[in-house]
């Protein structure tokens, strides 16, 4: 068999084999490509299908050179197979939402097993106990899971820096070093401090932890208050506010510190690598 222009040898773009290395092999031409790409073996494309959709029968694989979508065909199935296709088929598409489902189930039913420890914990076990049961349980349903999400969105109230803001605002200048009070604060006035980026898990952890906290400190500062929702609420109030005071202090000190920085002169060298005058710069420091 004589091959001319008009018809020029066939060449595998896979395995680069040609008509001449086997001539009973199959070929198949399955896009739009020309030219050295355009004929290969109809077995060299089906395991390079079968890399491709990695076990996805009924996936979409094109020619990486001209992007034409490949025509595959299927023989037909029997009854039972396509039932069973169809079914694995749905199964996939939902399992997404199922998941999602039972994340949120999850998420819920903690929220409210969160929110039935968390009465029995301020207003005492028995009386919480006897307060749930004598609840209608639709609002006991709809009213614990709100507890951890309150509790999250008031630990979103960053109060704090309000104040931070104002103490900065009108007493930075008398905070300043001697000599300096003439500058302008180094940080924006806005309250915030380089690397204090509140994280998620930060927020949710210290939103859960604080009915625990309040308990706490209820029992030690709040002895004497007979009633155990009242003591809870008061060390509560007062960790908030003992929390609040230490945190803006460290905050108005963190803003003293930066805008007292200064910047020191670069030390020039010698040749061999000391101070140009080290007796020099000893008397200059000791001068000052």
């Avoid at 395995?15 to 004929?39: L, M, N």
């Amino acid at each position: 068999m004589a091959f001319t222009e008009e018809q020029p040898e066939k060449h595998c773009w896979v395995c680069f084999a040609t008509e001449r290395d086997d001539r009973s092999a199959e070929w198949v031409s399955p896009c739009r490509c020309k030219g050295c790409t355009k004929w290969i073996h109809q077995s060299c494309l089906q395991r390079w299908l079968d890399e491709k959709l990695k076990g996805n029968i009924g996936g979409t694989v094109s020619c990486p050179q001209c992007g034409t979508e490949y025509h595959i065909t299927f023989p037909k199935m029997g009854p039972l197979v396509y039932f069973l296709q169809q079914i694995d088929q749905a199964l996939s598409r939902a399992s997404p939402f199922a998941s999602v489902g039972v994340v949120i189930g999850t998420v819920y039913w903690s929220a409210v097993t969160y929110g039935a420890v968390t009465v029995m914990q301020v207003v005492g076990h028995k009386k919480g106990l006897s307060v749930m049961e004598r609840a209608d349980p639709l609002f006991l349903l709809m009213g614990l899971p709100t507890i951890p999400v309150a509790l999250v969105l008031g630990k979103m109230i960053r109060w704090e820096d309000c104040i931070v803001r104002l103490w900065q605002k009108y007493s930075y200048r008398q905070k300043l070093l001697p000599g300096r009070n003439h500058h302008l604060p180094r940080i924006p006035m806005d309250g915030t401090v380089p690397g204090d980026h509140r994280s998620v898990s930060r927020t949710l952890c210290g939103a859960l932890v604080f009915p625990s906290v309040a308990n706490v400190v209820g029992r030690l500062l709040f002895g004497l208050v007979s009633s155990n929702l009242q003591r809870t609420a008061l060390g509560g109030i007062a960790f908030v506010l003992m929390k609040g005071a230490l945190k803006i202090y460290f905050r108005q000190q963190q803003y003293i510190i930066q805008a007292n920085r200064h910047i020191l002169n670069y030390p020039e060298r010698s040749p061999d690598g000391q101070g140009e005058s080290g007796e020099d710069d000893t008397e200059d420091s000791g001068d000052e």
